[in-house]
């Protein structure tokens, strides 16, 4: 059981704008930053987003990363076939003494 | 370039043991924190634990504490997970991840573990 929630799946057109939440507490995101992870089908995950609105080299600007109190949000915009995959928020907790993920988004592109 | 790869994955009865490795290449492994991440089949990610550049500091998940030992040899560029009493609950994917949280982050491919009778 995960002690950061995220809704099971989101979807959207081509182009459109998604956005995907991350529920936590005061023990991890309300005290630590957030990443933000993809999973390509049948692929390793790779980092998307890190500290809060990082983007690593290489990461499109159409990938964004927010955090406000204990939530998170990771915004896609220009939504393209190639972004359907797997996408997991995740913290360190420090009540756990652990890094903690997300339950996982997947999105669909329709 | 970056690579990072796992191996040591298997069939092992509950019980039992097994170590996974990961070598490294195209980069300078003493200088970053390593860690293991697993994935059950059809479910999501559980960090399992890191290890410091110099291996003073070490953590674990508690579902593998006790059970689990990580270590690194940076002059063999390689990352270490022993897995000692191992449990059905602990058939997964084990990730090997550099730098999990930062902007060098390279995951492996990962190495299937799954521990059935």
């Known amino acids: 059981q995960s002690v950061l929630t995220q809704p099971p799946s989101a979807s959207g057109t081509p182009g459109q704008r998604v956005t995907l939440s991350c529920s936590g507490s005061s023990s991890n995101i309300g005290s630590n930053t957030v990443n933000w992870y993809q999973q390509l089908p049948g692929t390793a995950p790779k980092l998307l987003i890190y500290t809060n609105d990082q983007r690593p080299s290489g990461v499109p600007d159409r990938f964004s990363g927010s955090k406000s109190g204990t939530s998170a949000s990771l915004a896609i915009s220009g939504l393209q076939s190639e972004d359907e995959a797997d996408y997991y928020c995740?913290?360190?907790?420090?009540?756990?003494?652990?890094?903690?993920f997300g339950t996982g988004t997947k999105v669909t592109v329709l | 370039q970056v690579q990072v790869v796992e191996s040591g994955g298997g069939l092992v009865k509950p019980g039992g043991s097994l170590r996974l490795a990961c070598a490294a290449s195209g980069f300078t492994f003493s200088d970053y924190y390593m860690s293991w991440i697993r994935q059950a089949p059809g479910k999501g990610l559980e960090w399992v634990s890191y290890?410091?550049?110099?291996?003073?500091?070490?953590n674990y998940a508690d579902s593998v504490e006790g059970r689990f030992i990580i270590s690194r040899d940076n002059a063999k560029n390689s990352l270490y997970l022993q897995m000692n009493s191992l449990r059905v609950e602990d058939t997964a994917v084990y990730y090997c991840a550099r730098d999990l949280t930062g902007p060098g982050s390279f995951w492996g491919q990962g190495t299937l573990v799954t521990v059935s009778s």
């Open positions: 995740a913290a360190w907790d420090d009540s756990l003494n652990a890094y903690v």
């Open positions: 290890i410091s550049t110099t291996s003073i500091y070490t």
